[in-house]
Nanobody
Framework: QVQLVESGGGLVQPGGSLRLSCAAS??????????MAWYRQAPGKQRELVAR???????NYADSVKGRFTSSRDNAKCTVYLQLNSLKPEDTAVYCC?????????WGQGTQVTVSS
């Protein structure tokens, strides 16, 4: 099995930046081949897919974050990143990391991002 732990969230002003991390442990061999994704969910709203990144590093993003967020991964460190720039109040949410490989799927507990003046 693989365990995912997010970190890096916090309180920032509009226009600020954060870098979120998703660290994997456990069956690292499984992690190497995993497609990863970032989701977010704000209170009272449905969960939203924010970004995807394949095992080889190819990415795609939701229209609402294109040009502002960037996902990357360092497989040597077993860590996936989400760089959040030009943050807006509507980006406020709990951000969760997801990993999948064949029939297996894993979730982290999430990290809170709050954008407010």
């Amino acid at each position: 099995q693989v365990q995912l732990v997010e970190s890096g969230g916090g309180l920032v002003q509009p226009g600020g930046s954060l870098r979120l991390s998703c660290a994997a442990s456990g069956s690292i061999f499984s992690y190497y081949a995993m497609a990863m994704a970032w989701y977010r969910q704000a209170p009272g709203k449905q969960r939203e897919l924010v970004a995807r990144i394949t095992s080889t590093g190819d990415t795609n993003y939701a229209d609402s974050v294109k040009g502002r967020f960037t996902s990357s991964r360092d497989n040597a460190k077993c860590t996936v990143y989400l760089q959040l720039n030009s943050l807006k109040p509507e980006d406020t949410a709990v951000y969760c990391c997801n990993g999948r490989r064949i029939v297996s799927i894993y979730w982290g507990q999430g990290t809170q991002v709050t954008v407010s003046s």
